[in-house]
């Protein structure tokens, strides 16, 4: 039984850890954080009349 926990836990040990790259996890909280900033430029837009480059004077 010892060494069935030993395998739980280095296996808990690394899926916490920080993995640089491109690594499922992080591609989904890229995701989240895009369609979030897309959804506020969407609401921005709806609620002042105007796009969120004119706020910028980009337009």
Known sequence: M???TNI???MKDKR????????PQTEL???R???????SAVVIEIVSG?????????L
Do not use: D, E, K, P
């Open 16 to 23: 916490n850890a920080w993995i640089w790259g491109f690594t």
């Open 29 to 31: 909280w890229n995701g």
């Open 8 to 10: 739980t836990s280095s």
């Open 50 to 58: 105007q796009g969120l480059l004119h706020f910028w004077s980009i």
């Open 2 to 4: 010892s060494a069935n």
């Open 33 to 39: 954080f895009a369609m979030i900033g897309f959804i």
